[in-house]
Structures are given as C-alpha cells and as structure tokens.
C-alpha cells in the first residue's frame, strides 16, 4: 500500500516542477523580449552631461570668436580691407537683429557617444538599429546641461536681449534686440556695406563671449544679410532633339580670350565613360531623384536632361 502512495507523491512533484520551470521560462521570455524592444542608451551618455560652464560670465576675460567676418566685408586673406565693399559706418543702435542664434556644442566625450549612436542606429542588426531620439531626449542625452543653458540665457538677458526659445535639442538658444545690444553683449560692431552696388549689413569685428562659457557656446549667427547666390549662368541656347532627348555636345561660350566648354549630357556619358552602361540597357529609369531648390523646378527641363 505504501508504493502507490509514493508513486503519486513523485508525480506531484513533478507537476510542480513542470509549473516552476514554465513558470520561470515564461519571465525568462518576457525580460528577453523587454530587452529587445527595450531603446539602449550608451553608458556614457545615460545621464545629463556634467555642468562646463564653471564660473560665472565675467565680460572681462574673453575669448574671440574667430572666422565670423563676411569675406566680401575681410577682403582677401592677408588684406587690411576689403577690395569690393566700401564701409559706410555703423548702424544706428536701436535697429532691430531680427532672429539670431547662439550656437550651442557638445563636449568630445558627448560628440563621440553621439557618433557612436548615430553609427549603431543606422546599423541593421544593432539593439538600438531605428531607435529614434525625441528632441528631447537629444537635448537631455547630447547637448549642454541646465545649469550650462541657464547661464547663457541670463549672460544674453543681461545684456538687455530678448530670449525667444531654447531649441528641445539643445543645439541653439534664439535670441532678439537691437544692434546697440549685440555689439555690446558680443563686443562687436554691426556696419553698413555698399558690396556691388547693394547695401548690406555685417560685423566689421570678429565677436566674443566670457570665458567661462566658451566651453558651450559654438558661433554666432546670423551676424550679416548676405544670402547665398546661385551660380548658374545662362549661356544662351543649345540644340535639342526633342524626340531622341539628346543635346547637341561641345556646347561652347566665349569667355575673356579663351572658350570655355559646357558639358551636356553626351559629354557627361563620354567623359565618365557610361556610354557602355548605357548599352547594357540601364537607363536610371524607375529611380526618383530630389531637387531641392528656392523656386519652383520647370520638370520639362529636368525630363529632358
């Protein structure tokens, strides 16, 4: 009668092993799933960066921002003015800056975690492969600590500046006034210039910021008006068979004494040797490309080329 009854203790037991096991397979599988879906954040990088700004801003003991002179205001290099702006004074200080940025930048150990994400974001395969940052958590992870962004933002109020927002990245603090008090804060000084027949506005001096901050602050901008400008030509007109899409090659322009060769398609497949590609029966067709430009895009053009 005894054997039974051990027989069906033993069974029992093992039932409750089998519980306990799947029991613990299954908190085994959810932990390995959180871990999965979990987003990894480099060690390094795991907590807010430690304060740089170490002292507070003494206008006294600065550092110069160099490279934020216009080169149509600096002339060319070794030059002690430019050759194609005329300086026509400084600017009244009550005029308005409109919107400015203050840089801001990461310490080297920061830049090399967020180096180090980016890599292992756009990495198949990697934990954190599509693990996308908010603005926020990049501010918080990559960009200069509260108390370093509080002291910027009372050394500009100081100076009677308006601050409109810190960027949630931390990558810029946006800031407005007049140019009596950017010159002051900045100890620069904002002129007029009559460049190629226009007037333009620019910083005659190189600015600068308190010492203290330097390890925080990257530039400065804008300090001018000047905006980029395209640097296409219109030469004159080609030949175009509109049926085979083709331009005529060697299209030439005289410049100075010399000719000057334009490149169109043909000569673009010759020199670069895709004539064979061409042949082969790859075309790009299928393949979107985007342009991106100030003005509206004329897609005939773009299709015939």
Do not use: C
Not at 69 to 85: F, M, N, Y
Not at 161 to 168: D, F, P, S, Y
Not at 280 to 303: F, K, M, P
């Amino acid at each position: 009668m005894l054997r039974p009854i051990a027989r069906a203790s033993d069974d029992l037991i093992m039932k409750l092993l089998r519980t306990i096991v799947r029991g613990l397979l299954f908190v085994a599988l959810n932990l390995a799933i959180a871990a999965a879906f979990a987003v990894p954040r480099d060690p390094a990088a795991s907590q807010e960066a430690a304060p740089r700004a170490q002292s507070a801003a003494d206008d006294t003991v600065r550092v110069v921002l160099h490279g934020n002179i216009h080169p149509l205001v600096r002339g060319p290099a070794g030059a002690a003015s430019s050759q194609t702006a005329t300086d026509l004074g400084a600017v009244e200080d009550s005029l308005p800056t409109g919107r400015m940025l203050l840089l801001l930048q990461r310490s080297p150990q920061q830049e090399s975690a967020l180096t180090d994400f980016i890599q292992a974001a756009h990495t198949p395969g990697n934990a954190s492969f599509h693990h996308w940052l908010t603005s926020a958590e990049f501010g918080r992870l990559y960009g200069p600590a509260d108390s370093d962004v509080a002291a910027v933002t009372a050394w500009l109020e100081s100076h009677g500046l308006t601050i409109n927002q810190v960027h949630a990245g931390r990558v810029a603090i946006e800031f407005s006034g007049t140019a009596g008090q950017v010159n002051e804060a900045f100890q620069t000084q904002i002129h007029r210039y009559l460049v190629n027949g226009e007037t333009h506005l620019a910083n005659a001096i190189d600015p600068s910021i308190p010492a203290a901050l330097a390890p925080v602050i990257a530039g400065l901008a804008p300090l001018n008006d000047f905006q980029p400008q395209p640097r296409l030509k219109v030469l004159g007109q080609a030949q175009f068979n509109s049926k085979t899409h083709k331009a005529t090659p060697e299209w030439t322009y005289p410049e100075g004494t010399g000719i000057v060769l334009v490149m169109a398609p043909g000569d673009f497949a010759t020199q670069y040797d895709i004539n064979s590609v061409y042949k082969s029966g790859i075309t790009g067709a299928g393949q979107s490309i985007a342009i991106v430009s100030e003005s509206n895009v004329d897609l005939s053009l773009v299709q015939a080329y």
